[in-house]
Nanobody, 115 residues
Framework: QVQLMESGGGLVQPGGSLRLSCAASGSFFSPYAVGWYRQAPGKERELVARIIRNSSTYYANSVKGRFTISRDNAENTVYLQMTSLKPEDTAVYYC?????????WGQGTQVTVSS
């Protein structure tokens, strides 16, 4: 079983930065994939960024060049560094892990980009 706890969300002005963290606990070894999804009001949940195994990364077109996903295997933590934030980045951000053939989700953290 894997438990995920996100932190780092909040209110930021357009053009600002935030770093989201996702701390994973529980018994698992080398997750197959880690990533971040987001869901804005009235919209479907969408994939923002992911790392498969330890190397292959993916970013949604809307965040390429602005967001960076990384992981600290020693700390079982996944990060999402977000820069040049835009109002359209406003959403609840969810941490996602695939381990032992199962999908795990965090509870979500709100990111609001507004002046």
């Amino acid at each position: 079983q894997v438990q995920l706890m996100e932190s780092g969300g909040g209110l930021v002005q357009p053009g600002g930065s935030l770093r989201l963290s996702c701390a994973a606990s529980g018994s698992f070894f080398s997750p197959y994939a880690v990533g971040w999804y987001r869901q804005a009001p009235g919209k479907e949940r969408e994939l923002v960024a992911r790392i498969i195994r330890n190397s292959s990364t993916y970013y949604a077109n809307s965040v390429k060049g602005r967001f960076t996903i990384s992981r600290d295997n020693a700390e079982n933590t996944v990060y999402l560094q977000m820069t040049s934030l835009k109002p359209e980045d406003t959403a609840v951000y969810y941490c996602w892990v695939v381990a032992s053939g199962k999908n795990y989700w965090g509870q979500g953290t709100q990111v609001t980009v507004s002046s």
